[in-house]
């Protein structure tokens, strides 16, 4: 099965298998229906503190992901991650941002943890 990372905002394709937002919160002006979201583990995301780290630009792309995976180590956070992988076990997964910069956003630190 494949782990793939794409905007929320971009037309789901057929190929998306179960569609995952990796947001903690709903995506600005995008109705419900239109995005198709399958599963909305908001566990799953990074917490405020470290988001407004992250995006204040005071530490590198690698210290977030460092610091995201930590957070993903315990808790609802490693359950909610269990969840997703269970479902990437058996079927592709599609996980959702709103980031417009995915490559480098939190969906690909959770891509690389559920390939790895």
Do not use: C, I
Request: proline share 6%; hydrophobic share 40%; no cysteine.
């Amino acid at each position: 099965m494949s782990v793939r990372v794409r905007r929320v905002y971009d037309p789901p394709e057929p190929r998306d298998g179960v569609r995952v937002l990796a947001d903690r919160l709903w995506p600005r002006g995008l109705a419900k229906d239109a995005a198709r979201v399958d599963e909305w583990p908001q566990a799953l995301t990074p917490s405020t503190e470290l988001r407004r780290w992250y995006h204040a630009d005071e530490g590198s792309y690698e210290e977030f992901a460092e610091r995201y995976e930590a957070e993903l180590a315990s808790g609802e956070a490693a359950e909610a991650l269990d969840r997703v992988r269970e479902l990437a076990r058996e079927n592709d997964v599609t996980l959702l941002t709103a980031s417009k910069t995915p490559e480098r956003s939190h969906a690909a630190v959770l891509a690389r943890l559920l390939e790895d």
